[in-house]
């Protein structure tokens, strides 16, 4: 019947969205939002045994043996990369890295003008594989992001070197090739295979440049069970004038006549927050080596202290024109310390005299 | 060097506030720790006089890490320009950047009313009257458009917050902005107004008397307004140990802040005297 007329009106319409009044998104209603439970070829990450009763002896031994084969190995420098040296172009996808969101300070531009950066502390990150294109496209999670386009190369980056008595042998033997300790934090970045870094390879604050614009995707703050006012800005109901028992309700959910039943998708209250979100083209406005921070003007996804992925942006007007470091940034040979503090050039330096307009 | 021997003598002198008039005085000192080593304390003064430093104490929100990072770019700005210690009641003024201005500048006097913030956030606001209008301004401490921030009577009053002043008869919140700089009587202890203010009869913006405001005369309400009042009082909050505990950063903690900032700040502040009493000195 709703076929038939001149317009089409199906749900996926554009014309449906003009016709009817409710602008609810029903189509992604089936579609899981978020498990709790990971993936199925994940190993089993964390020690499951209790704390056995174990001697100081023994407790020593094991952290003699801990210590004995995890020996700190020296920084990689540019010279010793296992590939041959890659020229950067446009179209070329760099590795991003792990990050922790530490809080959100105050800053000010040149004009007196006051903004919101994130403050992002650069973990310590360690590239643990990479995954050549043929072969990642033969992957579950491969196949389908590259169905129909030519696959791209996986770099899997650790963060946050742990204890390994956290985790189980077969968690712990994913690093064994590399030979660092357990990272408690695991990420794969698409790179292109000119972007390729060999295994072992630490990513720092230097890995990104000075005004260029990031994409940073975390997971949203959980608010747990919502009702319909904060989890869908419902206005409900009057605070006073007799209202009985509905003051923050949803009302009606459907008419009687259409289809007779409530859509899927209908919004109601329910769990709000822990969603994987992308904040997009947030600018960098400055860079700390020694402390390997970077600060990015705009807020990000997630609470303070919690896990975030920066990579370069994807929006077409704000990516690189000219050649970020490549494949990543190496402190340079002769020994010279980088700059510290870098700052962008649109923003006032807390050191530098006051601003007269 | 002579110069310098004094203005280190004076900074040796205790600058203790009024509430610690009495208890020990103690200036820097260094004193050693388990290991033996000499650790610098910073005098326990610090954290009224500059509050600011202390981070918000809601846990969700710390991060030492990025607590530290702020720090080292306020002691930047503070390098550059002079906040000088200010408390709730004393009057100051304050010199902006602002475009609209004829000069270019713009200077405000007013009585701080107000001030809170932690950081590179931390405001306070100055109140005054102005051709019989009322006006307040907040301020961003760290905002690098503020050319000088000048305290002309550094004084403290009865209250915390003396917001009550919007209700206030206006010449309690007035203040001539020509006013010049006061001299200190007394130079190691801030003293306390115990005046009293009046108010103007009801509307007023608040419920005053369920505030418990010390700095206020008599408010002749009728009784059915305290009787409310004790009513909606919570008195058990005093001795609520861990609500207080929560509001507040524990004493071990800003010990380590302020010994942290505590060098820097002198030198800032040593540097300060000796170019003022160069310059005093050229003048001569």
Known sequence: MVSSLAVDITPSSKAFKLFFNHEQIRTMSRVKRRTTHPPYWHVLKNNQRDDEKISSDNLRFVREVIQDKYKNKSPIKGSDLGIEKTEWDPKTKRSGVIARNIGMQHMWEKDGKKIICTVLQVLDNHVIRYVPPEEYANSVIGAKMFKNRKPLGCLVVGAEATNPDRFTRQYCSLFNEVGLLPKKRLARFIVTPNAALPPCTPLTAGHFVIGQAVDVYGKTIDYGFQGVVKRWGFKGGPASHGATKFHRRGGTIGTGRDKARVWPGQKMPGHMGSERRFNRGLKIVRINMKYNIVYVKGTVPGPTNSIVQIFDTILPRRKFTEAPPHPTYFPPEDGTLPQEDIWDSSLHVFGSPSISV | ?284
């Open chain 2, 1 to 284: 060097m002579a110069i310098v021997e004094h203005l280190a003598s004076l900074l040796r002198k205790p600058i203790e506030t009024s509430d610690e008039a009495g208890e020990r005085s103690v200036s820097t000192q260094k004193t050693e720790d388990e290991s033996g080593n000499t650790v610098i304390v910073a005098p326990p003064e610090f954290r009224f006089m500059y509050p600011e430093f202390l981070p918000d104490p809601a846990p969700e929100t710390r991060n030492r890490l990025r607590e530290k990072l702020e720090r080292m770019d306020m002691l930047q700005r503070r390098s550059v320009i002079e906040i000088p210690e200010f408390y709730t009641g004393s009057i100051m003024a304050v010199t902006v950047a602002d475009a609209n201005s004829p000069n270019k500048f713009a200077r405000f006097v007013g009585i701080c009313i107000q001030r809170g913030g932690s950081g590179l956030r931390a405001w306070f606001i100055l109140r005054n009257v102005v051709d019989k209008q009322g006006v307040e301004i907040l301020y961003e401490m760290y905002c690098p458009l503020i050319q000088k921030i000048e305290v002309l009577r550094l004084e403290r009053r009865l209250d915390e917050s003396l917001l009550y002043l919007r209700d206030a008869l206006p010449e309690y919140s007035t203040f001539p902005l020509n006013m010049e700089q006061e001299r200190r009587l007394n130079n190691s202890v801030v003293p306390i107004n115990p005046i009293k203010v009046k108010l103007r009869p009801r509307p007023w913006l608040e419920r005053w008397e369920r505030q418990n405001l010390q700095g206020v005369e008599d408010l002749n309400l009728p009784q059915r307004f305290y009787d409310k009042a004790e009513k909606v009082a919570k008195p058990w909050e005093k001795y609520d140990l861990m609500l207080h505990y929560r509001k507040t950063i524990p004493a071990e903690e800003q010990e380590k802040i302020f010994a942290e900032v505590h060098s820097q700040l002198q030198q800032q502040e040593l540097k300060r005297k000796l170019r003022r009493r160069r310059g005093f000195d050229n003048e001569q």
